[in-house]
C-alpha cells in the first residue's frame, strides 16, 4: 500500500500523477451522475408527488442533489478540471440506469429507497479517503444522502399500506433494482485497483456490491418487498 | 429573431442579497399584519384563482395536516408552475442556456442551504414539528427564490413569484391554497 495523504488542493499538484488522475476520475464521475440523478429522477418527481408536503420534500431532494453537482464541480474546478468533463455530453457515458425517465410517484419511491443506498456506500468509501478535500466533501454529502434514502423508506411504509400501492412499489423495484449492482462497477476494474493503491478508496467494486444487495435485500424486506434475482457479467 | 444576452450580473446580486437579509421563517404563528395581508391579496390576484380568503395555520402539526391532506386541491401549484414554465422559456429565450442554468443551480443551492438553517431554528423554536418538515419549509422557500429568479430573469416584475417571495422575506409560509383560502403560516 502507498502511503500518501493530501490534505488540500493545492498540495495535489505535487502528488504523483496517477494520484491525481485518479482523483479527477472520481470527482468527474459523482459530478455527473449527480447531475443526471437530479435531471432524470428528482425534479421531474415533483410533478408526481400527491400532495404539498411531498411535492416540496421532494423539491428539498431535488435541490440537494443539484447541490451535490455543484459541489462536486466546484471541488473539479479548484483542481483546475475543465467545468465542460463534469457536465453530461462531455463523452463520459451515463450510468445505464439514467437511460430510463421516471414515469410514475411509486418508482421515484423505489429509486430513493434502493438506487440512494447505492449511492451511501459510493459516498461511505469515501469517508476514509486520502485526498481530503474530496473525504470532507463525502462527510458533508453523507447526512444528505441519509435522507434522501430515508425518504425512500417514509414513502415506501405509506405505500405498502394498501395492497394496491405495494403492488406498484413492488413493480417499480423489479424495474429499477436490476440496473443497481452495476453501479459498482466491473470486478476486475483498473481504475479501482488505483483507488485502493492510494487508498483513495477502501473496498472493491466487489466486495461494495456485495454489501449493496445484502443492505438492499434487508432494507426492502422491512416494507415486505423482495428483490428480483440479478445475474452479474464477470 | 431572438437575442442572446449575458446575463445580468447586477440583478442576480440584488436578489442574492435579497435573500440573504430575508426574515425566513421568523414570524410563523404569529398574527398576520396588514401589509402581510396586503402581499397575500397581491399573490391571490396575480395567481387569478379569483376571490379568496387568508388563512392562517396555528403551529407545525395544523401545517402538516395541511399539507398532507389527500383530497386538497393543487390548482394553485399547477398555477404555478405553468406560469414558471412560460418564464423559463422566455428567460432561456434571451440568455445561453448553460449560463442560465449554472446560475439557477448555484443561487438555489446557496439559498436551500441558507433556509434550510433558518427553517430548523424556526421548527425548534417553536417545537413539534416532524424533522422531515424542516426539509418540506426548506423546499417550499428554495423553490420560491427559484421561481423569482426565473420570473425577473424573464423580465416579468409583476408575477406571483414577486409577492409570494415578500411573505417569505417577512418571515412567513405560504402553504397554498385550500379551499376557498389561502393558508398562510
Redesign the interface.
Known sequence: MTDVVIKTVEELKDAPEEYREAVGKLVISHAINELYGAQVFDEPAIAYAPTPYAKWLTCRVAMEEYGHHVRFKQLGLQMGIPEERMVPGAGKKPLSIFEFPLKTWEEFVAIKLLADLAEILQVEDLLHCTFHPLRNLARATMPEERFHAQFGEDFSAELVKTPEGKARLQAAVNEYYPYLPSFFGGSKSRNNEIFRKWKIKQRTNDEMRQDYVKRATEVAAKYGLTLPEVRQAA | MSRVVALPGPRLAALRAEVRTASWFAALGEPLTEGECSDAAAYIDALGLGLLAVGQAQDWPDV?RI????D?T?AW?DRE?ALRRQLLADAEALYPE?ALWSSL??L??EA??LV?GKAATAAARMGKAAP??I??????A??AVYQLAVARLAGQPASPFESKFRLYAAGRWP??IVGSRLILF
Open positions: 402538516e399539507l398532507k391532506m389527500p386538497g393543487t401549484w408552475e448553460h443551480t448555484d438555489t443551492t436551500g442551504d434550510h422531515a418538515s426539509h418540506v419549509a426548506a423546499g417550499a428554495s423553490q402553504l397554498g
